[in-house]
């Protein structure tokens, strides 16, 4: 095949070489400098990635595990950063409606079932009405 004419190029096809070509060079610029930079160590950053490694590997480790058994402090679940958290709410609140008291992990299905609203409500609605109809 014969090479195309340049002469035969149409305005858009020639925008988008010139664009294409001005991409490939920046993508080329970029990538080489950043290879310069970790070539010659001069990342400032560097060292406070590998120590978010470190301690994300750190905090896999201890997760993993066994003997720890996911607990530290006698009662807090650590995560993969390594920050504790409770393992349930242990806040005890009053429901509105009925006024009993509900530890807080169970507040709001208990306020669905009290209340009568939520998701599942509509389940046994719907099938409440499809009982009676049979």
Do not use: W
């Amino acid at each position: 095949m014969s090479a195309p004419n340049e002469d035969n190029i149409s305005n858009p096809q020639l925008s988008s070489n010139v664009f294409n070509e001005l991409l490939d060079s920046i993508i080329v610029d970029v990538a080489s400098e950043c290879h310069r930079i970790a070539k010659l160590g001069l990342d400032c950053n560097l060292e406070e990635e590998e120590e978010e490694l470190r301690l994300s590997a750190q905090a896999r480790a201890t997760v993993a595990d066994p003997s720890n058994s996911s607990e530290t402090n006698g009662k807090y679940i650590v995560d993969i950063f390594g920050q504790t958290h409770p393992p349930v709410a242990n806040e005890i609140l009053e429901c509105m409606n009925c006024s009993r008291s509900i530890v807080a992990g169970r507040f709001a299905p208990h306020l669905e079932k009290c209340m009568g609203k939520g998701r599942k409500t509509r389940l046994k609605a719907t099938r409440s009405s499809t009982a009676q109809n049979r």
